[in-house]
């Protein structure tokens, strides 16, 4: 079935450094691709997400590209501060409304 | 515009208890969803419903129950608790559009001692 496989955490960067989070999927038709956000304590937020394949979406300095060639869609964001420290949850949709999350990946960003 | 609200925030059951969560949304939105959240595992969906009167099971749906009653609301039941179903508890709403986003509530801690 459609499933995410994205990298095992914890990434522990500091201030300013280049974040990269991979995420794979596996899916039959052409899903719509998310990541989300989960910080200490709250629920999840829509960080960002794409629709179709070589979309590219984007929020608060974060970017994923849409791969189908390499089913991909990897979370990049060019310098990070401590307030990005959280759980970051690649997503694909299935059956048309239902999310197929990843394990989720913890990130913390030091000073 | 409160968005997703999930009552209560924590709960400690003891085994055999029962309980029912809310969540309620004011975004008029089709779609709700439950999804437990456990260590190293992700989200992973429990229920859902596409309208009001309409439930459907989802990945993990056994020992839950769910009612949608009205629109707004979307109820989760745990009948008889069991230690397995210490969680944490989140629920989500989306419009009615396919591959649509989800808004998500703060989340229940439920503790089953």
């Known amino acids: 079935g459609d499933s995410v496989t994205q990298m095992e955490g914890p990434v522990t960067l500091s201030e300013e450094a280049f974040l990269t989070i991979n995420c794979t999927y596996t899916?039959?038709?052409?899903?719509?691709l998310f990541w989300y956000v989960q910080y200490p304590g709250e629920g999840l937020q829509l960080l960002l997400k794409?629709?179709?394949?070589?979309d590219k979406g984007s929020n608060k300095g974060f970017e994923a590209t849409y791969r189908k060639e390499t089913t991909s869609f990897h979370l990049e964001k060019g310098s990070v501060q401590v307030s990005d420290s959280a759980v970051y949850f690649c997503?694909?949709?299935?059956?048309?409304?239902?999310?197929?999350f990843g394990k989720g990946t913890s990130l913390l960003v030091t000073p | 515009n409160a968005g997703v609200t999930q009552t209560p925030k924590f709960r400690v059951l003891k085994t055999g208890q029962s309980m029912t969560l809310l969540c309620a949304q004011d975004?008029?939105?089709?779609?709700m969803y439950w999804y437990r959240q456990d260590p190293g595992m992700g989200l992973r969906l429990i229920h859902y419903s596409v309208g009001e009167g309409t439930t459907a099971k989802g990945e993990v749906p056994d020992g839950y129950n769910v009612s949608r009653l009205k629109k707004q609301n979307f109820l989760l039941g745990l009948e008889s608790a069991a230690p397995s179903q210490t969680s944490v508890y989140f629920c989500a709403s989306s419009y009615h559009l396919e591959k649509a986003e989800q808004y998500f509530g703060p989340g229940t801690r439920l503790t089953v001692t």
């Open positions: 794409a629709t179709k394949a070589d």
């Open positions: 975004m008029n939105h089709e779609y």
């Open positions: 997503a694909l949709s299935y059956s048309g409304y239902a999310l197929n």
């Open positions: 899916a039959t038709g052409y899903p719509s």
